[in-house]
């Protein structure tokens, strides 16, 4: 096969083909090197076209017809005649053991895919794309920056639980959302940084930001983000809601007097997932269950149906049909039948006495439409 041929297959510019090494069904080796005839010595500036001696490198290319391609890049070493210094050469189209058509492939499938599925793909190493996609992240980064942001999340998780924390910050557009950055802890501090370092034009154009509970995340968020629509996440806002669930299955399944053997109430032990699902997600049979458990204990049929009409929230259509469901609760409470749910509703409709002055945000969940840290949270 002529080199002329396997130069219009590979497609890199100022890269002469040699050799094919190997020509097989499944795979293609293509010795190559650099046009050019001399290179410019990096220390005095001076033309070098005397080749001290040539190392040969491996480098893997996007597969030619369907094909696993590999390049030897005989890389020449250059000697300087006026200083005597000598170094490698390097080429645009090369970056590492990668082409560089082929690292940005597997940046672009990194975004959409794990790792280790893009590298299964292109036949290269986890680490190795790991490493690519390390590298490229600030030029992608800077990218994203550049467009305009109409809905951001904001989240933290944890890169190793309980030690090392990162806020992690999605744009949405349309129907996906793509990673804008993961700043360093989890403090108001570290997302000023973040919204400072953007700017205040690309601030000005975000309309709708959610987060969790957080009052750092608050603090940074009205510094920077004061003109956009603030809403709290529906996960974490769940999670407060099933707090006062779980505290009255906690007391229900304690058996009287102490010292009882077992100590606790096995059936409704087992039933403690269940009951934290949303009754319009139950199967006949798991309605069933509980229906049998609630008529040994109507207790918890009242915490259980409480937490279904704050699920009403998020089940509404709109604002009205949420404050609605609230109205509902808010008679439930009224029984007294349910101390556990004093905090929640402290912070909920007491909302000028809480801490987090929560009531707004949740509520404006609706208005601003429906957006959540799914994203994050998967």
């Known amino acids: 096969m002529s080199s002329d041929v396997m130069r219009v297959r590979l497609g890199l510019r100022q890269v002469r083909v040699l050799e094919v090494a190997v020509d097989a069904p499944g795979r293609l080796v293509v010795a190559v090197e650099a046009?050019?005839?001399?290179?410019?010595?990096?220390?005095c500036g001076f033309k070098c076209r005397r080749v001290h001696d040539r190392r040969v490198k491996r480098v893997w290319d996007q597969p030619v017809s369907g094909r696993e391609t590999v390049l030897l890049w005989r890389c020449r070493r250059w000697r300087c005649e006026n200083c005597s210094a000598r170094h490698l050469e390097d080429h645009p189209e090369f970056e590492g053991k990668l082409t560089r058509r082929l690292a940005r492939r597997l940046v672009s499938d990194a975004r959409v895919m794990p790792v280790a599925v893009a590298a299964g793909r292109a036949g290269v190493g986890?680490?190795?794309?790991?490493?690519?996609?390390?590298?490229?992240?600030?030029?992608?980064?800077?990218h994203r920056r550049r467009r305009p942001c109409r809905v951001l999340l904001v989240d933290e998780t944890s890169m190793r639980r309980r030690h090392r924390y990162v806020t992690v910050i999605v744009i949405v557009s349309g129907d996906s959302g793509e990673l804008l950055a993961m700043v360093p802890h989890r403090s108001a501090v570290a997302l000023n940084r973040f919204f400072a370092a953007g700017g205040h034009r690309w601030c000005a154009g975000v309309k709708v930001v959610v987060t969790d509970g957080s009052k750092a995340y608050r603090a940074a968020v009205d510094r920077h983000l004061g003109h956009a629509t603030h809403v709290l996440d529906r996960f974490g806002v769940i999670g407060w809601f099933?707090?006062?669930?779980?505290?009255?299955?906690?007391?229900?399944?304690?058996?009287?007097?102490?010292?009882?053997?077992?100590?606790?109430?096995?059936?409704?032990?087992?039933?403690?997932?269940?009951?934290?699902?949303?009754?319009?997600?139950?199967?006949?049979?798991?309605?069933?269950?509980?229906?049998?458990?609630?008529?040994?204990h109507p207790r918890l049929r009242a915490a259980w149906e409480a937490l279904g009409e704050l699920h009403g929230l998020y089940l509404a259509d709109d604002k009205a049909g949420a404050l609605a469901a609230l109205d509902r609760f808010t008679d439930l409470y009224q029984t007294g039948d349910l101390p556990e749910f004093y905090k929640i509703v402290n912070t909920l409709l007491a909302a000028t006495r809480g801490l987090l002055a929560a009531m707004p945000r949740i509520l404006a969940w609706h208005a601003a439409g429906r957006p959540s840290n799914?994203?994050?949270?998967?």
């Open 126 to 142: 986890w680490h190795l794309v790991n490493d690519v996609v390390r590298a490229w992240a600030a030029l992608v980064g800077e």
């Open 242 to 296: 099933a707090a006062g669930l779980v505290a009255v299955r906690r007391d229900v399944q304690r058996r009287q007097p102490a010292g009882v053997t077992p100590a606790f109430d096995a059936d409704v032990f087992r039933a403690r997932f269940l009951l934290l699902r949303r009754p319009d997600r139950l199967n006949d049979a798991q309605r069933a269950q509980l229906d049998g458990l609630f008529e040994s």
């Open 374 to 378: 799914g994203r994050i949270e998967g």
């Open 35 to 43: 046009a050019w005839s001399w290179s410019r010595c990096p220390f």
